[in-house]
T-cell receptor, first 115, second 111 residues
Framework: GAGVSQSPSNKVTEKGKDVELRCDPI?????LYWYRQSLGQGLEFLIY????????KSGLPSDRFSAERTGGSVSTLTIQRTQQEDSAVYLC?????????????FGPGTRLTVT | SQQGEEDPQALSIQEGENATMNCSYK?????LQWYRQNSGRGLVHLIL?????REKHSGRLRVTLDTSKKSSSLLITASRAADTASYFC???????????FGQGTRLTINP
């Protein structure tokens, strides 16, 4: 079946512009995660959604970052007034439910470059 | 603070040799997972080991977990060029609903 998809695969934007990154999780997965990965680094947790519960936003680095998940499916990560330090690969993952006992399925990521 | 830290940061071996990567973490966990990442894009789940397990096998992969030392190891036997990738451990602090990933080990298999 279809895996996790993300769009766009690459995004180049000018400093100060807003960007929206999209994630389509695997159908039926109730948990959805966003991570950020800088070049050669590990994954930095940003936010996760579990069903209809309030999202865990504890990893968002600033109030310029926000995310929503509509209808328990598609999620959009929005970065306002982008800065050069926002340049990274943004990865989305979904799983049957939240919790460390569930395998996470990752999308291919969106490479964001802020010039 | 970082929950999982891999060691070494980079490892280069000859094809056919075994590769061992280690992961240390700081707080009690319920589960530990290992993932592989090719070319800096999406991660692929390899294996999950629960806190009450000491060893698991999956094909050429062997994972051990020592909760007293708060460490895990991933062994890849009879390595192949296709095993070249970055490998990450991820842990869930007890009671947490999310995984925390380490910095990863970059493994290079030389033909």
């Amino acid at each position: 079946g279809a895996g996790v998809s993300q769009s766009p695969s690459n995004k180049v934007t000018e400093k100060g512009k807003d960007v929206e990154l999209r994630c389509d999780p695997i159908s039926g997965h109730t948990a959805l995660y966003w991570y950020r990965q800088s070049l050669g680094q590990g994954l930095e947790f940003l936010i996760y959604f579990q069903g209809n519960s309030a999202p865990d936003k504890s990893g968002l680095p600033s109030d310029r970052f926000s995310a929503e998940r509509t209808g328990g499916s598609v999620s959009t990560l929005t970065i306002q007034r982008t800065q050069q330090e926002d340049s990274a690969v943004y990865l989305c993952a979904s799983s049957w439910a939240s919790g460390g006992e569930y395998e996470q399925y990752f999308g291919p990521g969106t490479r964001l470059t802020v010039t | 603070s970082q929950q999982g830290e891999e060691d070494p940061q980079a490892l280069s071996i000859q094809e056919g040799e075994n590769a061992t990567m280690n992961c240390s973490y700081k707080t009690s966990i319920n589960n530990l997972q290992w993932y592989r990442q090719n070319s800096g894009r999406g991660l692929v789940h390899l294996i999950l080991i629960r806190s009450n397990e000491r060893e698991k096998h999956s094909g050429r992969l062997r994972v051990t977990l020592d909760t007293s030392k708060k460490s895990s190891s991933l062994l890849i036997t009879a390595s192949r060029a296709a095993d070249t990738a970055s490998y990450f451990c991820a842990t869930d602090a007890a009671g947490a609903q999310k995984l925390v990933f380490g910095q990863g080990t970059r493994l290079t298999i030389n033909p």
